[in-house]
């Protein structure tokens, strides 16, 4: 069974699609609480009116797990809080408009003796999935078992928000030095990304390597491309 670790908020775009963004997330959020590999949904809230949201949409589910109300947080306000409440439980760091459709339960079973670390590319919302097709290095989800998880994973690299273009080089790199291997078996857990609207607030290059820069990018412990993970 896993955790999620995630935010939970109100689309605030002063758009007319933000109704429908909104409707995006909550959508996500019910899809993983109704899935039976999903234990429980930790989530940072990001104000009061979404706090409220929140306890509606999901009927005050006791599946849910409020960390903190109007706390933006960054990575490593997820790792810290999983280092403090969740010992030896399998985790999933992701994006909220995110949500677990399929999962080979022998892949969770795998990460329970072993410092693994799925480092997931999308479906999106109509399964297609351009960026499994052709990978140049987008990641949404992180699973590991905390059991294998040091303090030293709050550090420098861990000390962004969410989202940010190349923020993945970034987390990655923090789990390869934190003792992981990491692997994208992406067909096998599929997650699909739920962002019809495509409203966003596009952040500047945060990568570890130069925008572009493919070469550098492939030889380097960030690059995870898709994998089928064969188990005996």
Request: include cysteine; glycine fraction near 2%; charged fraction near 25%.
């Amino acid at each position: 069974m896993i955790n999620i670790i995630s935010t939970f908020y109100i689309s605030k775009y002063n758009s007319n699609l933000d109704k429908l963004r909104s409707a995006e997330l909550e959508s996500c959020l019910i899809n993983n609480l109704n899935s039976a590999m999903i234990e429980k949904i930790h989530l940072f809230v990001d104000d009061d009116e979404a706090h409220e949201r929140l306890i509606e949409i999901s009927n005050n589910s006791d599946k849910i797990k409020v960390i903190e109300v109007r706390k933006k947080p960054k990575y490593h306000d997820f790792f810290n809080y999983i280092l403090q409440n969740l010992e030896n439980k399998i985790c999933m760091i992701t994006n909220s408009d995110i949500y677990l459709h399929e999962c080979e339960p022998n892949l969770i079973e795998l990460l329970k003796t072993n410092p693994l670390m799925y480092s997931l590319t999308r479906y999106e919302y109509d399964f297609s999935c351009p960026l499994i097709n052709n990978y140049q290095g987008s990641h949404d989800s992180y699973i590991f078992n905390s059991l294998f998880l040091k303090n030293s994973i709050i550090n420098e690299d861990t000390d962004f928000y969410q989202n940010f273009p190349g923020i993945e080089t970034h987390i990655i790199k923090a789990f390869c030095d934190n003792g992981f291997k990491p692997f994208n078996p992406c067909t096998q857990i599929k997650i699909v990304h739920y962002h019809k609207t495509q409203l966003r607030n596009h952040g500047k290059w945060i990568g570890l390597h130069k925008y572009g820069d493919d070469e550098f990018f492939k030889k380097s412990c960030w690059c995870v491309p898709p994998i089928i993970l064969k188990i005996n």
